[in-house]
DNA sequence: CCGAGGCATCGACGGATGTCGATGTTGACA
DNA sequence: TGTCAACATCGACATCCGTCGATGCCTCGG
C-alpha cells in the first residue's frame, strides 16, 4: 500500500495511537490462556480445589466434596471433568470410588504465565 | 433428623468421606475471586491487558488497543470497563483521548491469593 | 456556535455455561 | 447372578456473556 495513501492526522495535536512497542501476546496464547483461566472462573471450582488441596496427600474422592460445596453430584462431577480436562487435577479409579488429585504444577504454569506477559513483560 | 434414622454404611470397607483435614476456602471468598478470575478469563481481555503492558509506562488509549484485537471499538469499550472494574486497570481522560494503565498489584495479588489457597495451603 | 472525532452507553442477538433430575455404567458383595 | 452404591453421562432449562450497530456525550478546532 503507498504511503502517500495514507491521511496524515493534520489536527492530531499528541502523540497517540503507536502501535505497540514491545511483543505482545498472539491470539493463540491468549486463546488456551483464556480457556485455562475460565476453568478456574468459577466459585464452585475454586472451593472444590480448596478442598482438594486441603486434604492429605492433594486428593479426595467425590463423596468428600458433594457436600460441602452443596451442589448435587452430577453437577460437582461436571466440575471435576472441567478441571481436569484443563489439567488442574487427575482422576485415578480406586475401587468404587473415583479420586482427585491437584496438580500444583498446573496452578504454578497459569500464574507463572502470566507474570511473564503483564508483569515482567517482554516489553517493560 | 432423628440420627437413627440414617442407615449406617455396614459394607464401607475402606475409608471414605473425611470432612477435610484443613481449613478451605469459604463460600464468599470464591465468589469474589472468581469474579476476578472471570475478567481475566477472556482472549480479547488477555490481549487487551498484554498490549497495554507492553506499552511504555503501562499504558495505552483505546485507539491503540481497538486494531490489534481486532474487535470494534465498542466491544473494546466494554472489555475495558470489565477490567477497570475488577481492577486491572484504571481510567484516565487526558483531553479526547482514554487513558487505561496496568494496575500490576492486582495481578500480583491474584496470583498471591490462587498460591495461598491451592499451593502452600494451611492444610499442606 | 457549530462540526468532527474519540469514547461510552444502549438494545439486541446468538452462543456458551451452570444447574438439575433422570438414567447409564461399573465395581463390590452376598 | 442379582442387588446396591458411587460416579459419569445425558437432556433440558434458565441465565450469563461476547459481540455488534446505533446512538449519545464530551472535547477540541474553526
Known amino acids: 500500500m503507498p504511503l502517500d495513501l495514507i491521511p496524515v492526522p493534520t489536527t492530531a495535536s499528541a502523540a497517540c495511537c503507536s502501535p505497540a ?4 501476546m498472539d491470539a493463540t496464547d491468549a486463546e488456551r ?6 476453568a478456574l472462573a468459577d ?3 475454586l472451593r472444590l480445589l480448596s478442598i482438594i488441596a486441603a486434604h492429605d496427600g492433594g486428593e479426595a474422592c467425590v463423596c468428600d466434596l458433594t ?3 452443596g451442589l448435587t453430584q452430577p453437577t460437582v462431577s461436571h466440575h471435576l471433568k ?3 480436562e484443563a ?3 487427575t482422576r485415578e479409579k480406586r475401587g ?5 488429585t491437584l496438580v500444583p504444577d498446573a496452578v504454578r504454569a497459569l500464574t507463572a504465565h502470566l507474570g511473564a506477559h503483564l508483569l515482567d513483560g517482554p516489553g517493560a
Chains 1, 2 share one sequence.
Open 67 to 69: 457436600e460441602p460445596v
Open 82 to 84: 472441567v478441571l481436569a
Open 21 to 24: 512497542p514491545g511483543p505482545t
Open 96 to 100: 468404587v470410588w473415583a479420586y482427585y
Open 43 to 45: 466459585p464452585a471450582r
Open 33 to 38: 490462556t483464556a480457556r485455562t483461566l475460565k
Open 87 to 89: 489439567g488442574f487435577v
